[in-house]
């Protein structure tokens, strides 16, 4: 049977060339990188090495990177961290409606704190609507949190445009954030980048953000490991309390072999981002084009341009799409109905609510993404099995 992985939204596997990088951390060079001795200091060293690495890619300084447990952990201290730091100075934060659950339950946990919210809404591919931003601001906004592409329908947000109306509402108030050594002004702008790392350029400088989001099992890297971009002016408060590592931003004994797997994978993901998402992106319009036309009233969700190159996500009245999954499953085919993190939730998708897609399309939504190892011939395997089962099914 084909073994066919159309899933790569969820997670990634390890490419090899990192595994190797992280193997000697999980054998000889165990030590613990707050060691004085030397197999401490060289744990130390390749952590600093990692750090590096991703900040280069991101543009940034190495101390303004900050290693986590997962994107979940990022999104979390991203919000929880700023809103709490900076509560003396405003209770207010904009997020859209088609955030992770990682940014919408943080904020709502706020919201029991005595924070308020505002959900902008999004147009009919996803893309937020600039006109609510610009009109949500108040006087005490410290935060808008905006993904820079969904990991249910692959819509690629204008951070750079968010950032500039942000920088723009910044300079209409009345006073600026003080830090001890420089100006940190609010409101500030988080993006969650998990699912654009491997397509998009992630220079943060370009972009205008304070604060990114990255995790490792997205960018063929070790699970169970992720990252903050925080510009280093910007105060935040730690959720995890303990030992000084991280700078006091996140304690715990630091996991040495994940943190040199998720650098390297970074690194190679940039060296490769450009040819790699050309080559995606033509296997998913090829791929779009032929499911349009073989299988009736089959609609596309989400951008048909500015979206992620690796992405798919269809609708198919009449069927349901837990169903259709099984039944490709069967077929040596893995593909998802939406995001891994909320396939428990029996709920209808809500970034396809929000899209205002009615309940027969939601109902019969598929999410399929491409790989480093698709190929030609496992899309053209999918195109003659799927139509297939979805006759059987309606």
């Known amino acids: 049977m084909k073994n066919i992985y159309l ?16 193997l000697p ?15 401490g200091r060289e744990a130390k060293s390749a952590i600093e090495g990692a750090r590096r690495n991703i900040a280069e890619v991101l543009n940034s300084n190495s101390e303004e990177i900050i290693f986590t447990g997962s994107g979940t952990e990022s999104d979390n201290l991203a919000i929880l961290g700023i809103a709490r730091a900076y509560k003396n100075k405003g209770k207010h934060i904009i997020v859209s409606k088609i955030e992770h659950k990682a940014v919408l339950e943080a904020v709502k946990t706020l919201e029991k704190e005595g924070f308020k919210v505002t959900y902008l809404n999004v147009d009919s591919k996803g893309i937020v609507k600039i006109s609510e931003l610009k009109r949500a601001f ?6 808008v949190s905006i993904m820079y592409a969904n990991n249910e329908i692959g819509t690629i947000q ?19 954030l003080k830090a001890k050594s420089s100006a940190a002004v609010l409101p500030l702008l988080h993006t969650d980048a998990c699912q654009a790392a491997n397509f998009l350029s992630l220079n943060v400088k370009k972009l205008g953000v304070d604060l990114m989001t990255l995790n490792g099992s997205k960018i063929y890297g070790p699970k169970g490991v992720g990252c903050l ?15 000084g590592q991280e700078r006091n931003f996140r304690a ?15 690194k190679l993901t940039e060296k490769m981002r450009r040819k790699e ?3 995606l992106r033509d296997l998913r319009n090829y791929f779009i084009k032929n499911l ?7 609609r596309l969700n989400g951008h048909y341009v500015k979206r992620l190159p690796n992405n798919i996500n269809i609708s198919i009245p009449g069927v349901n799409g837990e169903a259709l999954v099984l039944a490709l499953d069967k077929c040596g085919i893995s593909a998802s109905t939406g995001s891994a993190c909320a396939s428990s939730n029996t709920n209808f998708s809500h970034v396809l609510s929000a899209i205002k897609l009615s309940p027969k399309f939601t109902k019969g939504a598929l999410r399929m993404t491409l790989g480093r190892d698709t190929a030609k011939n496992d899309i053209n395997y999918v195109l003659r099995t799927l139509p297939k089962i979805v006759k059987k099914l309606v």
């Open 7 to 22: 899933d790569y939204a969820a997670t990634t596997y390890i490419d090899k060339r990192v595994l190797n990088k992280m």
């Open 25 to 39: 951390y999980l054998t000889k060079k165990f030590g613990n990188p707050s060691s004085l001795y030397s197999l």
């Open 138 to 143: 108040k006087r005490d906004t410290i935060l």
């Open 158 to 176: 204008p951070i750079s445009k968010i950032a500039e109306i942000i920088s723009n509402f910044r300079k209409t108030k009345s006073y600026k």
């Open 229 to 243: 971009y925080k510009s280093e002016e910007i105060k935040l408060e730690s959720m995890i309390i303990g030992g």
């Open 252 to 266: 715990g004994t630091e996991n040495t072999a994940l943190i040199v797997g998720f650098g390297e994978a970074l």
């Open 277 to 279: 998402s050309q080559r």
């Open 292 to 298: 349009l036309k073989s299988i009736p009233k089959c």
